[in-house]
């Protein structure tokens, strides 16, 4: 099987990022943006995925980090979307049960060409290190509607807002890396009775 990459750069007079992915990775990133705890998160996604991901991001957080963080989740779906090509093959479905100490969170996705996401996570602190909290349903939503992905994203054991968050974003990479993953028997098949996705 060959290996699945791709280069993508999303500039808007917001934001600018720019991307390099490897879906048969090591779990390597390369990930700067203007806030060190969502470049943190994003690490986590990237191990824990395996995946090799370059992710360069600048945006205007001086207005506020709201199209930053989003932005980075469309521009994630949008090379994502690249680097499946015609998608012949994936498991199209994975999940994952994370725990980090006294949390646990769950991940499912299906990529199947609707966006949705059900987002059941609930955040104490407007602020997570440097991240405002409110902005990772953005990012998952921004994600979902460029990959055209349903997503269900739950704390089923919250606990410390850093543990709950970054259980989340591990759990993430574990669910996409499942997805994402090839089924040898079926590389001329695409994942859906209705022959498209």
Not at 105 to 120: E, K, M, T
């Amino acid at each position: 099987m060959k290996v699945r990459k791709a280069s993508h750069r999303r500039k808007t007079r917001e934001t600018d990022i720019a991307i390099d992915l490897t879906l048969e990775g090591s779990g390597h990133g390369d990930i700067k943006t203007p806030i060190p705890f969502f470049s943190h998160l994003l690490d986590n996604f990237t191990r824990h995925g395996g995946f090799d991901l370059r992710l360069r991001v600048k945006g205007d957080i001086e207005v506020d980090q709201h199209h930053t963080v989003e932005d980075t989740g469309i521009a994630l779906g949008e090379a994502f979307e690249k680097a499946l090509g015609d998608k012949k093959g994936i498991n199209r479905a994975g999940y994952f049960v994370f725990p980090m100490d006294e949390c646990l969170s769950v991940v499912a996705v299906d990529i199947s060409g609707r966006q949705f996401v059900n987002f059941d996570v609930e955040f104490k602190k407007e602020r997570i290190g440097d991240l405002e909290s409110d902005l990772v349903k953005h990012f998952f939503e921004g994600f979902s509607r460029s990959l055209k992905a349903t997503l269900h994203v739950r704390a089923l054991y919250p606990g410390n807002e850093h543990h709950k968050t970054e259980s989340l974003f591990k759990a993430f990479g574990k669910a996409m890396k499942m997805a994402c993953s090839q089924d040898k028997r079926l590389l001329k098949e695409l994942p859906s009775t209705k022959g498209k996705l």
